[in-house]
């Protein structure tokens, strides 16, 4: 069974931030088939919201999703990037 990881973290993710609709969560192709990494990208003040300080907010949402992980025994690897875009750009193609 594999898991929706936005369906797990939206929710999670919507109050901390200040503009929840301008976030967006990607789940992009690991090294191996148990590697799974999973992009959250918003502005660059939800970025270090959601990061917190010393890393807590971003260590907390890691342990909820990898709780997520043993539920199901996929036994995956999961891995959270967090990236930030600017407030008027409007394609996360371009490298940011």
């Known amino acids: 069974m594999e898991r929706d990881y936005a369906a797990i973290l939206l929710p999670l993710i919507k109050p ?3 503009n929840p609709d ?4 990607r789940e992009l ?3 191996t088939k148990r590697d799974v990494t999973i992009a959250i990208i918003a502005n ?3 970025t270090a919201r959601l990061i917190g300080r010393r890393g807590t ?3 907390a949402l890691r342990e ?3 709780i997520a992980t043993k539920a199901d025994d996929t036994n ?3 891995h959270l990037k967090f990236e930030s ?4 750009e409007e394609n996360e193609d371009d490298g940011k």
């Open 44 to 46: 660059d003040d939800d």
């Open 22 to 25: 301008a976030v967006l969560i």
């Open 85 to 88: 875009f600017s407030e008027g």
């Open 64 to 66: 909820v999703v990898g």
């Open 57 to 59: 907010v971003a260590n």
């Open 29 to 31: 192709p690991g090294a």
């Open 16 to 18: 901390i931030v200040h």
């Open 76 to 78: 995956q690897h999961i």
